[in-house]
């Protein structure tokens, strides 16, 4: 597990090289979790206290309306970082749901934890600094699809940016996420295949 919390958290960390030492004192306040298809890891109204490192397995992050209906934010797959980070950068309820759509194992560090250990020391703070920023963009991206694309050309996009999981997604959440009906997806995906066979 130390071996792929490394790879996981390489993408973050500082150029300079982390002694081992640190990965493990990171590595030994983890603790594993078995999340099953369809239960959570976080519900919306909840106060947020930890995040996690996705092993093996698939969630997805949703906001629910005040009618009910779910709208997908997004996606994390195996070796991503998962978390209500609104929550707990600001200390108040979370907004999102993070459910399991696959059986899934994670390990789970409480968040109080995580910040201690960058304050500890200090070079990992350039790893929380590029996290933040991973996040803001992320969400960036999302709004501008949303705000600048067609139904179609977000839907090429999603195939491109989660080519590695889209086939693990049902069609229904990939509507969710593409803010269109299930209707609506069918078509383009049955244009999209029309077309490439002509």
Known sequence: MRERLKKMLAKWSPETSIPDAEWNELADQLLRRDIAAGDYFEKA?????????VERGLFRSFYNDNNGDEFIKNFTSEGKILGSFAS????????????????????????ARFEAFFQKHPHWQTCGRILAQQVYLESER?????????AGERYERFLKSHEAISKRIHQYMIAMYLGISPVSLSRIINSTSRSAKS
Do not use: M
């Open 88 to 111: 707990l950068y600001t200390r108040k309820p979370s907004d999102i749901s993070i459910q399991a759509i696959e059986s899934s194992i994670v390990w789970v560090l409480e968040y």
């Open 142 to 150: 999302k709004e501008h699809e949303l705000l600048v694309y067609d």
């Open 45 to 53: 109204g909840n106060y947020s206290k930890e995040i996690c490192f």
